[in-house]
T-cell receptor
Framework: KAGVTQTPRYLIKTRGQQVTLSCSPI?????VSWYQQTPGQGLQFLFE???????NKGNFPGRFSGRQFSNSRSEMNVSTLELGDSALYLC???????????????FGPGTRLTVT | QKEVEQNSGPLSVPEGAIASLNCTYS??????FFWYRQYSGKSPELIMS????GDKEDGRFTAQLNKASQYVSLLIRDSQPSDSATYLC????????????FGRGTQLTVWP
């Protein structure tokens, strides 16, 4: 079974620009969660989408947004990039058909964003 | 108080020893508990999940959960140099099941 895929893997952007990251979950999984990982803050939760609806949201400014499509693929967008947005952005999929492992989240390889 | 706290490490053990990683959580409503392994430059990989009190074994890994003490641990038996990584403890809460609360991680080094 294919794992979680994320594109692009690496991205370099300039302050003030915007960026869109994509995530394709494991086939059959209905939930996609997004996390930001930095050396200083660790793993921080951005938001979670389930069946095209945002179900949970972390404490990030409105510049960070996301959406989920009917095929469960998800995108996150960051507008007006700041230097502090440089991080590894991870998506994770969960809520597959196996009820015994509903809450297990499987991570993609991440997108490394560098803002200059 | 942080949601999830781990012994900060780093932890260093010789090859063949038992590595013990600990984690405490603050919310008694926490329901699901996970251990992830993250190699440098890679994404977190799920290695253990545990949902009820007691021990759960999978190969060289044993997860232990004590909900009364709000404590979860991971034991790695017969540690190998390939186990050298950062280990992340994560929990879910009943009100936000699609969200994982992570500790800061414990860096483990297994030396030959």
């Amino acid at each position: 079974k294919a794992g979680v895929t994320q594109t692009p893997r690496y991205l370099i952007k300039t302050r003030g620009q915007q960026v869109t990251l994509s995530c394709s979950p494991i086939s059959g999984h209905r939930s996609v969660s997004w996390y930001q990982q930095t050396p200083g803050q660790g793993l921080q939760f951005l938001f979670e989408y389930f069946s095209e609806t945002q179900r949970n949201k972390g404490n990030f400014p409105g510049r960070f947004s996301g959406r989920q499509f009917s095929n469960s693929r998800s995108e996150m967008n960051v507008s007006t990039l700041e230097l502090g947005d440089s991080a590894l952005y991870l998506c994770a999929s969960s809520w597959g058909p196996d009820r015994g492992s509903l809450y297990e989240q499987y991570f993609g390889p991440g997108t490394r964003l560098t803002v200059t | 108080q942080k949601e999830v706290e781990q012994n900060s490490g780093p932890l260093s053990v010789p090859e063949g020893a038992i590595a013990s990683l600990n984690c405490t959580y603050s919310d008694r409503g926490s329901q699901s508990f996970f251990w992830y392994r993250q190699y440098s430059g890679k994404s977190p990989e799920l290695i253990m999940s545990i949902y009820s009190n007691g021990d759960k074994e999978d190969g060289r890994f044993t997860a232990q959960l004590n909900k009364a003490s709000q404590y979860v641990s991971l034991l790695i038996r017969d540690s190998q140099p390939s186990d050298s990584a950062t280990y992340l403890c994560a929990v879910t809460r009943g009100s936000t099941l699609g969200r994982l609360y992570f500790g800061r991680g414990t860096q483990l080094t297994v030396w030959p």
